[in-house]
Structure formats: C-alpha cells, structure tokens
C-alpha cells in the first residue's frame, strides 16, 4: 500500500534453477523503468541476484509485472515472470464541531456535538480528538474508524463566562503515510442579561 503520490519499493530476485549457465539474464519491467535490469549479468545453476529499485509519484492502483530472461549455451532463452500489486489509499477524516455558533448566560454551560467522519478509502486507527478549550471534548475511539464510517459524542464545558471560538481537531492512522487530520471551529457568545 501506498499513499496517493508516494514511492513504492520492489525488491526483485532473480534464481537461476536449471543445472547450465545463463548469460545475458535481464529483467524487463515496463511500470517500474527503474528496476530493469540491463545489461544482462550471468548466474550459474543456483546463483542469484537481488536489488532494490523504486517508483515514485504513484496515483493509482496498479499490479507490475517483471519478467526475466536468460540465455543458455544451446536452445532458446529461458523465461519467467512474477507480479506485485500496489494499492494506492487515500486517506482522510473529517470533524465537524455543532452547533457552529451558540449563546449562552455567564456563567452557564455549553453543549457541543463533535462527529468525525473517515472520508477516505482505508480503515484509521488511534483516531483521537484534540479540543483545547473544553478537555471534556478530548476523546481517543476504542476501534478504529472504516471507510465512510462516522462517529459522533456530546461534551460539555461549564461556568463559561467570556466569549471564545473553540476549534476541535481530529487525527487518524493510516496503514502506510502520514495521518489525516482535520479541524472545526465553533463560537460560543456569553449574554450578560
């Protein structure tokens, strides 16, 4: 897996199982430029040959294939090919603070609703609340938190008693990048009747 715009690594082996020496062996992998394998190298029976190589700016799924090739002192070359799937993610999560605007008599209490959302397309995990002004807002979700899934709780903070905009932040942890967050705001206007 990957994230949207990110750099898959491959690590290929390439074993020659035949009991002759090959020369020539390459690897043609047309999706990953970087991890053919020219000019050709030779393995005897058993030998092999590893590296590395990278793809980077991915944008979308995709299944490379590699193929190996090799040449044998009589006959044809000798082939095989193997894939490897990239799945590219999306992660994202939304909050949404309400109401986004409310009044309240000094000294009285307020009442929010927090909802977070996974607008993505992968499951987060150790998704958590931050929300500074009121802590009873702050939460960390027991499960994790699927695609299109939402979950939403009520906090309070009591004896208000001057105006404030209260932002709440929400973050999540996909398998693989860096975490999504997002942040709503919400006014709280004390009366003086």
């Known amino acids: 897996q990957v994230v949207s715009g990110g750099t898959v690594t491959f690590t290929i082996r390439v074993t020659n199982t035949g009991t002759i020496t090959l020369t020539n062996v390459t690897v043609s992998d047309p999706l990953a ?33 590699a193929t190996a090739t ?3 002192p009589v006959g044809p070359n000798v082939t095989d ?11 994202a999560i939304v909050i949404a603070k309400t109401p986004d605007s409310q009044q309240v008599v000094s000294g009285g209490t307020v ?26 807002c702050d939460t960390t979700l027991g499960t994790p938190l699927a695609p299109n899934a939402s979950t ?4 309070t903070l009591s004896n208000v008693t001057v105006d404030f905009t209260n932002v ?7 398998p693989v990048g860096p975490n999504g967050t997002d942040n709503d705001e919400a006014g709280v206007d004390v009366t003086r009747p």
């Open 152 to 155: 939403s709780y009520t906090c």
């Open 168 to 174: 709440a932040s929400a973050t999540g942890r996909p």
């Open 81 to 91: 090919n193997d894939d490897a799937d990239v799945d590219v993610t999306g992660p």
């Open 70 to 72: 090799g040449t044998p």
């Open 111 to 136: 009442t929010f609703t927090i909802r977070v959302t996974n607008t993505g397309d992968i499951t987060l995990t150790n998704v958590t609340v931050s929300d500074p002004l009121p802590p009873d």
């Open 33 to 65: 430029p970087n991890c053919n394998l020219t000019p050709g190298i030779t393995l005897g029976p058993n030998g092999s040959a590893s590296y590395t190589c990278t793809l980077s700016n991915v944008a979308v799924d995709f299944t490379n294939v």
